[in-house]
């Protein structure tokens, strides 16, 4: 699984992308398999002025399946950066559960009944 951070006006670049690749790791280590790559980035849409405006998107791909993507704001990066981090666990959980239902509901279509004996 590949984990790409990338950062936009934010000081402590370096740490904070080590936080949230570690992170993403920790949170999508358990579907390490069905996780083609991660991106993530990490931006102050308003620069000095303050308030909510600490963004972390992520977009995960994922092997054969469409991509999951989850935007965050707030005022603590890391915080925000957690945040995302669950709920990128829970979206992909979510995702790969559907597909293996969906999965099981097409075997079970294609299921032929057992051949009876017939009486000679």
């Known amino acids: 699984m590949e984990v790409e951070v990338q950062t936009r006006g934010l000081s402590a670049a370096p740490f904070l992308r080590r936080h949230a690749r570690q992170r993403m790791l920790a949170a999508l280590e358990r579907f390490r398999f069905s996780v083609q790559a991660v991106s993530v980035r990490l931006g102050d849409i308003n620069g000095p002025r303050g308030g909510a405006d600490k963004l972390c998107r992520i977009v995960v791909r994922l092997k054969d399946s469409p991509r999951v993507v989850i935007e965050e704001l707030g005022d603590d990066i890391f915080q925000v ?40």
């Not at 945040?83 to 597909?99: E, F, I, K, S, T």
Request: hydrophobic share 40%; glycine share 4%; aromatic share 2%.
């Open 81 to 120: 950066i957690d945040r995302v981090a669950d709920r990128a666990h829970q979206n992909v959980a979510r995702q790969l559960g559907r597909m293996k239902r969906s999965a099981r509901g097409a075997r079970r279509l294609f299921v032929l009944p057992a051949p009876t004996p017939s009486a000679a």
